[in-house]
C-alpha cells in the first residue's frame, strides 16, 4: 500500500512541506483540506496532492503523517476533529510557531502518543500555497517536540523523515522552544510591526518619512509584511512568554533611553559595540528562518538604457534574475542599481560577468 500523508491547511509551510514530500517520494499519495478552495485546486493541478478534500473527513483514513499547517489556535482546534482518523502508527504533527499550547490541548483530548510538535525554522514574510516551495525547508533547521507519552521509534521515523527532505531536525522541549521563539522570532515581528505603525503615526504631512525610508529601516521591517492572523495567533497562543519577554525588552530600552538623556557616552558606545560584536558573531545558517538574499550591488552610469544593457548581458548568460531596480535612499556609497538573485551561483557568475564588461560590482 502507499504511504498516505494528510494536511490540513497548504499554504506557505504546508505547501512547501508537500512540495518537498512530492519532490522526494513521488509514490506518496497526499490528501489535504484547506479553507481555501482554490488553493485546494492549485495543489491539485501542479500535481502536489491527490486527493483535495472540502472537509476533514474519511480521506484522512490511514495516514502516516498528519500535519496540521493553519494558523496556531486553528490547529489546536482542530485534533479533536482528528481524533477518529488515528490509528497506531499514525504520527500527529503540526507546524505552527507556538509549541506548548498545542502540547496542552493534545494531553487534554489523549492523544499523547501520536503527537510529536514540529515548527521549521524557515519561511518568509509571504504566505500561500502560490508562494510555498520544496527549497523552502532545505537546510533550516527544524523544531521537533515529541510528547511525553510518543515512543522512540515514532521519534525516531519523523526525524529521518524529517532529515530526508533536506530539514535538519532537532529535538526541543515545548516551553524551552516557546521561551527561544518568543525571543528570536515573536518579539521581532512586534517590534518590526510597531516600528512600522510608528512611522505612519509620526509621518510629516508631506510623507517624508516613508519616501526616505532607507535600506536600514527596510531590512529590519520587512517581516512587518507578514500575515495579519498568523502572528494574531501566535501572540493569544504565546502571550505569557511574549509579555514577560516584552517587559525585559522594554526595561532595556528604558536603560537605553537613561543613557541617551544622559549623553553617556560610555554607556551608549559600548550599547553599540555589543550589538555589533554579537551581531558579527551569528552565523548565516544560525537561523533558518532568514535565507540569504543573494544581491549584489552595480554603479551604473544615469543614461537611458543603462539597466536594459545589464539585463541583456545577463539574460544571455542564462542567469536568471529576480529583482533588479535603482536604490534611491542609499545606505552605503557605493552600488546604485541591486540586482537580486534566486541563488548564490548565479550570483557569483554574474559579479564575474559584469566585471569583465568592466562595471564596478560590489557584495555586501
Ligand atoms: N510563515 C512562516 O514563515 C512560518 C509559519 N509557521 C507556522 O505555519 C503555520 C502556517 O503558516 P503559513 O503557511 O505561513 O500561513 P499561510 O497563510 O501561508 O497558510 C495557511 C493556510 O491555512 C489555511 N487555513 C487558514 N485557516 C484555516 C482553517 N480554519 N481551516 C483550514 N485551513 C485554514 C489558509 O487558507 C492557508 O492556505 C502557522 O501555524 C505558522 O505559525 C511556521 C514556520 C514559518
Ligand atoms: O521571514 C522571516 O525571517 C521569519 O522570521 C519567518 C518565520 C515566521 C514564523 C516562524 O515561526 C518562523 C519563521
Redesign the pocket.
Known amino acids: 500500500m502507499k504511504e498516505k500523508i494528510g494536511f490540513?491547511?497548504?499554504?506557505?509551510?504546508?505547501?512547501s512541506i508537500a512540495k518537498a514530500i512530492r519532490q522526494y517520494y513521488p509514490d506518496f499519495e497526499l490528501v489535504a483540506?484547506?479553507?481555501?478552495k482554490e488553493?485546494l485546486a492549485l495543489a491539485a493541478q501542479e500535481g502536489i496532492i491527490d486527493t483535495a478534500c472540502s472537509s476533514i473527513n474519511d480521506s484522512f483514513c490511514n495516514c502516516t503523517y498528519l500535519f496540521l499547517?493553519?494558523?496556531?489556535a486553528?490547529?489546536n482546534a482542530?485534533l479533536a476533529q482528528l481524533k477518529t482518523y488515528l490509528h497506531e502508527g499514525c504520527i500527529l504533527t503540526?507546524?505552527?510557531?507556538?509549541k506548548n499550547s498545542i502540547h496542552e490541548a493534545v494531553k487534554k483530548l489523549g492523544l499523547e502518543e501520536y503527537f510529536i510538535g514540529g515548527?521549521?525554522?524557515?519561511?518568509?514574510e509571504k504566505?500561500?500555497?502560490a508562494?510555498a516551495k520544496a527549497i523552502l525547508i532545505e537546510n533550516a533547521y527544524f523544531v521537533l517536540t515529541p510528547s511525553e507519552k510518543v515512543s522512540p521509534e515514532k521519534v525516531t521515523a519523523y526525524k529521518d523523515f524529517i532529515a530526508s527532505l533536506k530539514a535538519i531536525p532537532i529535538i526541543m522541549n515545548a516551553k524551552e522552544h516557546d521561551f527561544v521563539t518568543g525571543t528570536i522570532s515573536h518579539l521581532p515581528h512586534i517590534i518590526a510591526s510597531g516600528l512600522v505603525n510608528f512611522v505612519e503615526q509620526t509621518d510629516t504631512a508631506n510623507e517624508y518619512m516613508k519616501l526616505l525610508a532607507a535600506g536600514g529601516f527596510k531590512d529590519i521591517t520587512r517581516i512587518a509584511s507578514?500575515?495579519p492572523?498568523?502572528w494574531q495567533?501566535?501572540c493569544l497562543k504565546n502571550h505569557k512568554q511574549i509579555s514577560e519577554i516584552l517587559d525585559a525588552y522594554i526595561h532595556l530600552l528604558i536603560e537605553t533611553k537613561k543613557s541617551v538623556e544622559t549623553c553617556n557616552t560610555e554607556q551608549l558606545y559600548d550599547f553599540f559595540d555589543r550589538a555589533n560584536n554579537y551581531r558579527n558573531s551569528i552565523p548565516d545558517s544560525s537561523f533558518g528562518?532568514i535565507k540569504k538574499e543573494f544581491v549584489i550591488y552595480c554603479d551604473i552610469i544615469d543614461e537611458a538604457g543603462g539597466i536594459a544593457t545589464i539585463a541583456t548581458i545577463l539574460a544571455s548568460n542564462h542567469i536568471s534574475i529576480k529583482n533588479i531596480g535603482i536604490i534611491h535612499n542609499r545606505e552605503f556609497e557605493e552600488g546604485v542599481l541591486r540586482i537580486e538573485f534566486y541563488e548564490e551561483l548565479s550570483s557569483q557568475k554574474a559579479v564575474k560577468l559584469l566585471q569583465k564588461y568592466r562595471y564596478i560590482v560590489y557584495e555586501r
Do not use: E, R, W
Not at 490540513?8 to 505547501?15: D, E, T
Not at 483540506?33 to 481555501?36: G, L, M, V, Y
Open positions: 490540513i491547511g497548504l499554504g506557505l509551510i504546508g505547501g483540506f484547506d479553507k481555501q488553493t499547517c493553519a494558523p496556531v486553528y490547529n482542530y503540526d507546524v505552527g510557531s507556538v515548527h521549521p525554522m524557515a519561511g518568509s504566505s500561500g500555497f508562494n507578514s500575515s492572523t498568523m495567533h501566535i528562518c
